[in-house]
């Protein structure tokens, strides 16, 4: 019994070794982005899940701002992963941004900001086998994490025989670098909500996000995507608790009666809205993102 067991982890070994060689450099999932974060120099960050990260395009945004800006955005996630998102990129970054861009709205913020169980296990088990690349401590927060899964060979892989396949082949196809981080599956648009959300004086956490900022002088700075009536939009009260400590964005009603031609769901709209959201957002980060070259400029007047 015990020779079949080692058999078994050796075997189990050399095909995480084969999977390592064949994933190299190589983005199957589009959570598989973390190491991208190594040694990446960014002045502009942007935080938030896959309205941020499908919505943000870094191209128009950052035109004429602090270059480069890099989006780390996370699909699926909450503020709590924003926090930690946040606290690797210091970690393994080439520099420390000037400013963070936060999304500061119901589907990201809401409650604690944290949420019981992680979504996507396929997007980022890759990295759990052995601790790779020093992500598990984000994760093992979660109801669902499963600490075998760090030790064992191919354990975390039960379930996702999808994604094990992608891995043994080298499949590379979400690699996000080339774009700054940003991503968009575009759909059919012509969505309308019937009904808003009537109550959405509830309470938000940015999961210490707002500290990791203050504690390392990096400007922050609220973000809300447009939403169908608004619905992701927080109430006036809590957004004027939080202006008192951060300047917020409120692109709620940007698509304001042409909603059905920009929205595919209650979330996410087109590529097209996309590029009118990022330009606008140019325009409002113009004002509080100087370059260097006009702030020189200015201090030498």
Same mark, same amino acid.
């Given at each position: 019994?015990?020779?079949?067991? =080692?058999?078994?982890?050796?075997?189990?070994?050399?095909?995480?070794?084969?999977?390592?060689?064949?994933?190299?450099?190589?983005?199957?999932?589009?959570?598989?982005?973390?190491?991208?974060?190594?040694?990446?120099?960014?002045?502009?960050?942007?935080?938030?899940?896959?309205?941020? #990260? $499908?919505?943000?395009?870094?191209?128009?945004?950052?035109?004429?701002?602090?270059?480069? =800006?890099?989006?780390?955005?996370?699909?699926?996630?909450?503020?709590?992963?924003?926090? %930690?998102?946040?606290?690797?990129?210091?970690?393994?970054?080439?520099?420390?941004?000037?400013?963070?861009?936060?999304?500061?709205?119901?589907?990201?913020?809401?409650?604690?900001?944290?949420?019981?169980? %992680?979504?996507?296990?396929? $997007?980022?088990?890759?990295?759990?086998?052995?601790?790779?690349?020093?992500?598990?401590?984000?994760?093992?927060?979660?109801?669902?994490?499963?600490?075998?899964?760090?030790?064992?060979?191919?354990?975390?892989?039960?379930? %996702?025989?999808?994604?094990?396949?992608?891995?043994?082949?080298?499949?590379?196809?979400?690699?996000?670098?080339?774009?700054?981080?940003?991503?968009?599956?575009?759909?059919?648009?012509?969505?309308?909500?019937?009904?808003?959300?009537?109550?959405?004086?509830?309470?938000?956490?940015?999961?210490?996000?707002?500290?990791? =900022?203050?504690?390392?002088?990096?400007?922050?700075?609220?973000?809300?995507?447009?939403?169908?009536?608004?619905?992701?939009?927080?109430?006036?009260?809590?957004?004027?608790?939080?202006?008192?400590?951060?300047?917020?964005?409120?692109?709620?009603?940007?698509?304001?009666?042409?909603?059905?031609?920009?929205? %595919?769901?209650?979330?996410?709209?087109?590529?097209? $809205? #996309?590029?009118?959201?990022?330009? #606008?957002?140019?325009?409002?980060?113009?004002?509080?993102?100087?370059?260097?070259?006009?702030?020189?400029?200015?201090?030498?007047?």
């Amino acid at each position: 019994m015990g020779l079949f067991v =080692c058999v078994i982890l050796i075997a189990g070994y050399g095909i995480e070794a084969i999977m390592y060689r064949q994933m190299d450099n190589r983005r199957a999932h589009v959570l598989e982005d973390w190491p991208d974060m190594h040694d990446l120099h960014a002045e502009l960050v942007f935080l938030g899940n896959s309205r941020t #990260a $499908g919505h943000v395009i870094p191209e128009i945004v950052c035109q004429g701002l602090a270059e480069p =800006c890099y989006n780390l955005a996370y699909d699926g996630y909450t503020s709590q992963m924003g926090g %930690y998102r946040l606290e690797y990129f210091l970690d393994h970054a080439a520099n420390h941004p000037k400013a963070v861009v936060v999304q500061l709205d119901l589907s990201f913020c809401q409650g604690d900001g944290r949420q019981d169980n %992680y979504p996507m296990k396929d $997007g980022v088990l890759r990295y759990f086998f052995l601790d790779q690349i020093g992500i598990n401590k984000y994760y093992r927060h979660y109801n669902n994490w499963r600490e075998l899964d760090a030790f064992i060979p191919l354990l975390r892989y039960k379930g %996702y025989p999808l994604i094990f396949f992608k891995h043994l082949l080298g499949w590379n196809r979400w690699d996000r670098r080339e774009k700054k981080g940003f991503w968009h599956t575009n759909k059919e648009v012509g969505f309308q909500l019937e009904d808003a959300p009537s109550d959405k004086n509830v309470s938000l956490s940015l999961c210490g996000i707002d500290s990791i =900022c203050h504690q390392n002088n990096i400007q922050l700075i609220g973000m809300i995507p447009p939403s169908p009536q608004s619905s992701y939009r927080p109430s006036n009260q809590k957004l004027d608790s939080l202006s008192r400590f951060l300047h917020v964005l409120d692109f709620s009603h940007l698509f304001e009666n042409h909603e059905s031609e920009y929205f %595919y769901d209650k979330a996410h709209f087109s590529l097209e $809205g #996309a590029k009118v959201f990022s330009r #606008a957002l140019n325009d409002s980060l113009s004002y509080l993102v100087q370059p260097e070259v006009e702030k020189e400029g200015e201090l030498a007047n």
